[in-house]
Nanobody, 115 residues
Framework: QVQLVESGGGLVQAGGSLRLSCAAS????????MGWYRQSPGKHRELVAQ?????VANYAGTVKGRFNLSRVENTMYLQMNSLKPEDTAVYYC???????????WGQGTQVTVSS
């Protein structure tokens, strides 16, 4: 399984910015799809954004226009701007690959946005 190391979470005021990073241990091939998910208390884990190995990204409607996802090889960056209290959650990095098969998760990083 590919190991993922996340960093960059923290506490920020509403309207502020944070950048999350996710570094994958795999260096031999480009991971097909990497993404960020988030989960807040009492809610299901939801997709925030994901990016293909070719660099094409897509976003949840709730973050589109505020978050920007980029990738350099198998390290992924989520720039989060204009943060809102409802963005508060634990953010998890995911790496999915078809061949060889892989579906792994990071340990999660807490993002807290105060009003």
């Amino acid at each position: 399984q590919v190991q993922l190391v996340e960093s960059g979470g923290g506490l920020v005021q509403a309207g502020g910015s944070l950048r999350l990073s996710c570094a994958a241990s795999e260096r031999r091939f480009s991971i097909d799809l990497m993404g960020w998910y988030r989960q807040s208390p009492g809610k299901h884990r939801e997709l925030v954004a994901q990016i293909l190995s070719q660099g094409v990204a897509n976003y949840a409607g709730t973050v589109k226009g505020r978050f920007n996802l980029s990738r350099v090889e198998n390290t992924m960056y989520l720039q989060m701007n204009s943060l809102k209290p409802e963005d508060t959650a634990v953010y998890y990095c995911n790496a999915w690959n078809s061949d060889p098969p892989n579906d792994s998760w990071g340990q999660g990083t807490q993002v807290t946005v105060s009003s």
